[in-house]
């Protein structure tokens, strides 16, 4: 059957991924938007998420895509309206918020389901087999990319209490919580502050692994030029390289990627998977690292940005 | 049958709690300590955990109140070592060395306890059904104590990662979380931290739970004169004060704990209940909250610290 799919804020990330791949979805059809702004051709709109909620289709899922700053309040009307709900990443603002939400979920019996896109990266699968079979040795994400290319004019990321940086690297320590075959905590942090700004633009992470392995972790949103997502690792069977933000494996310079890049498909599958099964995934242990570089990490105030 | 215990770490809360308790349990025997300069007399005392570990003596369990920064380390060994562990608060120093000793306690078949003993205060359980009873309108934690009187000299706690006045202020956070009927998360957090220290002296945080019930709390270290370990709550039936840390409850002026104090006596016996159980019990929200406050918090400087 179905899912009547509501989406709720329609810019860049809904346009760039869902609605092509909700378009795309065997098990989903969007029914009804709600933006301040934004909209879909021939798809009922709404200012609201209350609005969309009061209208005349029925909505049983709602994708959240706005700011993490207003997505707890739009995730409890959606929950307490019985709807499933998927939470673009980072589900929340705070590991308070999204604990709240798990717990309304259970209680409502909805499907919640916290969605860490990089986790389904073409190569993901395949680069966790593979670690898991040999020895490894050291391990370092880099995540470095021109903010005004892929957050432009984002205010927002900026404020008290938001990521900065922190808002791709959380997608580096998705990867890494997904990849490793262990658990690994923060030694060291240096978080860079803008003198203008209440969030780092740039972070580096120094963790080691349950048996002692070093995992390290760079993020910088000042890159110009190409970006870089990518996870090194030397081990026992070689160099391996993950790129392209999880959907390229590299072995000692050969490629080994052979499926195509289908993120957010695999997205809304493990969303219907989610609500057929009658479960919720809420993980937020990427999350719980950023909010770890917070209570550790040096602040190094480095010179202003702006846009 | 008795277990045999090692206790790692005797400073203040050892010879204040640790080491009379367990003279006063059925349940467990003080067969060793590993310290750098404290020891119990008739009890055989070593250096380190290590040599404690090398030692003649059977140990089945081990409790670690050394500070939280070197408690990650220790907690490893003793799980290696197959023992269980019993962990003083703060249970680690972020929220990934706490998951990463729970996942080698169940790797290892060992019980892990993070212990919070103001959930074990003489009133908790009465003024959680109590609360439970009615309807909540507003709740104040205030925990404001003298650092100079509660933690003399101890530097650890202002260094880069340390809680600062969120070690105290964490008590109020296990008390919160442990009689609250919901789930609740911070709105508005700042954080006071002193000019010539990494760790915060005072703290004032706006929180609401899940139905909307606001919910605030305020630590201060530089509080002179008695201390003030209090919860405060407005209600349907009358005004709560849970004072003492969570050992008297009081209802509209009137005291209502009849219990007498047993914090750690309580925190043993359900350490033995994990044993006997089979279980573990990591339970990590009050420092969650923390780390929260820390990612989500305003700095203000103050005038400088020194004990």
Redesign the interface.
Known sequence: MTIRLGLVGVGKIAHDQHIPTIAASPDFELVATASRHGSVEGTPSYPSIEAMLDGPETIDAITLCQPPHVR?DAA?LAIASGKHVFLEKPP??????V??LA??AADAGVSLFASWHSRYGAAIEDTRAWLAATTIHSVKAIWKEDVRVWHPGQEWLWE??ALGVFDPGINALSVLTAILP?????LDATLEFPENR?APIAADLT?V??AGVPVAAEFDFRQPGPHTWEVHAETAAGTMLLAKGGNELWIDGVLKTTAPEAEYRGLYDQFAKLIAAGKSDADT?PL?????A?????RKPVEPFHY
Chains 1, 2 share one sequence.
Do not use: K
């Not at 929340?92 to 918020?97: H, R």
């Not at 719980?288 to 770890?292: K, L, N, Y």
């Open positions: 707890y409890r929340g603002m705070t590991l308070g918020e604990a709240a717990e309304q008290a209490g262990r658990r690994f905590f923060l209440a963790y692994d349950t242990t719980a690292h950023v909010t770890d917070f209570l550790r990490g040096v």
